[in-house]
């Protein structure tokens, strides 16, 4: 079992920035890809960006691609979503995600675990 916590979210102007972070726990996190998915209001889930279990591979959404950035530090089991120039489009419930391979998807059942979710909310 992985325990996913989720941290970072928050209320940002349009053109900001912010930086969510994903905490796991529990079995080994050094082999699991990592990605990180959003739901807005009235919306399904959708992939925003993933991390092979190495780091050196990585994955986005064509909404985000140039503007997000997801890294990973496995020493301190955690991974980070770096979110740039924020528009008011990027609102929404953002879910960290862990899956029991070391390559990532994009789709949803490609992950086994997940995070309670974090609240990102871009407006002036």
């Known amino acids: 079992q992985v325990q996913l916590v989720e941290f970072g979210g928050g209320l940002v102007a349009p053109g900001g920035s912010l930086r969510l972070s994903c905490v796991a726990s529990?079995?080994?996190?050094?082999?699991?890809?990592m990605g990180w998915f959003r739901q807005a209001p009235g919306k399904e889930r959708e992939f925003v960006a993933a991390?092979?279990?190495?780091?050196?591979?990585?994955g986005y959404s064509d909404s985000v691609k140039g503007r997000f950035t997801i890294s990973r530090d496995n020493a301190e089991k955690t991974v980070h979503l770096q979110m740039n120039s924020l528009k008011p489009e990027d609102t929404a419930v953002y879910y960290c995600?862990?899956?029991?391979?070391?390559?990532?998807?994009?789709?949803?059942?490609?992950?086994?675990?997940w995070g309670q979710g974090t609240q990102v909310t871009v407006s002036s």
């Open positions: 995600a862990a899956s029991d391979y070391s390559s990532w998807s994009k789709g949803s059942r490609g992950y086994d675990y």
């Open positions: 991390i092979s279990w190495t780091g050196d591979n990585t």
């Open positions: 529990g079995r080994t996190f050094r082999s699991s890809a």
